[in-house]
């Protein structure tokens, strides 16, 4: 037996989803705002790369490597101290689609090899960093109505020495 009420709801509920429908087509087609991040907001700032809490920075790992070596003898173990100390910064971070224009051209200054400025929030004074390692991943893939595969974000891996 059809039921007239079930009727009613069914045409209802078909009205609800194409409205859904248009909405999503309406957000997938209006371009992404690009976000640049403010100095107030920074946890990080590499040069003029500023990473904030958006970019999910779980922490911010901190080495200090004093040079010693241990040279075994058959009577005695030596430690030699050998050239200074070295200090090492690195973290993670995963950066959003809407704010990866901001970091267009960070890849190009750590090919160069030279000290960039770097401060954190923790340190009032200003340090130079030489980046010796940099992984970028892309994550989280979507797939968008019209058959578009996009990712949704990248996570960049930085470790480099504080000189």
Known sequence: MI????????KENQARFEHLKDLEKQALNTPLKSIAPRENEKII???RFIFTTFHNIESLDYELNLGISK???????YYLKLGGN???ISFEARI??????????FVDSIKKRTPLS???LESSSLRKIIIDKFS???KDWLMDSSRNVV???KEFSISGVLV
């Not at 039921?3 to 069914?10: D, Y």
């Not at 040279?71 to 173990?77: F, Y």
């Not at 959003?96 to 051209?105: P, R, T």
Request: hydrophobic content about 30%.
């Open 3 to 10: 039921n007239i009420k079930n009727l009613s709801r069914a």
């Open 45 to 47: 700032k590499i040069d």
């Open 71 to 77: 040279v075994e003898t058959l009577s005695q173990n």
């Open 86 to 88: 070295e200090e090492r």
């Open 96 to 105: 959003f689609v809407e704010h990866l224009e901001h970091f267009n051209g």
């Open 118 to 120: 770097f401060s954190t």
């Open 136 to 138: 970028s991943k892309s």
């Open 151 to 153: 990712y949704h974000t």
